[in-house]
């Protein structure tokens, strides 16, 4: 078994900052690209920023300048740093990671519970 768990979300102002961090833990031999995903109310769910094992990294147009995705492959976790948020950043964050288990060496994609962002103007 594989988790993701979420945490750092909340109500910020715009302008405003936060820090999402994702902890993958379990029955993990390793861990390919990890990202963060999110979706508004009745939008689609949307890629907002993935980071490859190496620290390779990819962002969304709409968050490029605004917002950093780091990894610390020592403790299997995943950060984004969001700076100059702005309500359009408001939704439900959600961290994924491509995981290789140490059972069965079965690669698949997992996801966390998501957290709330909610970004007031």
């Known amino acids: 078994q594989v988790q993701l768990v979420e945490s750092g979300g909340g109500l910020v102002q715009a302008g405003g900052s936060l820090r999402l961090s994702c902890a993958a833990s379990?029955?993990?031999?390793?861990?390919?690209?990890m990202g963060w995903y999110r979706q508004a109310p009745g939008k689609e769910r949307e890629t907002v920023a993935i980071?490859?094992?190496?620290?390779?990294?990819k962002l969304v147009d709409s968050v490029k300048g605004r917002f950093t995705i780091s990894r610390d492959n020592t403790k299997n976790t995943i950060y984004l740093q969001m700076n100059d948020l702005k309500p359009e950043d408001t939704a439900v964050y959600y961290c994924?990671?491509?995981?290789?288990?140490?059972?069965?060496?079965?690669?698949?994609?997992?996801w966390g519970p998501g957290t709330q962002v909610t970004v007031s103007s």
């Open positions: 379990g029955s993990i031999f390793s861990i390919n690209d």
């Open positions: 980071i490859a094992p190496g620290g390779e990294t």
């Open positions: 994924n990671a491509e995981v290789l288990d140490s059972i069965l060496y079965n690669g698949r994609d997992y």
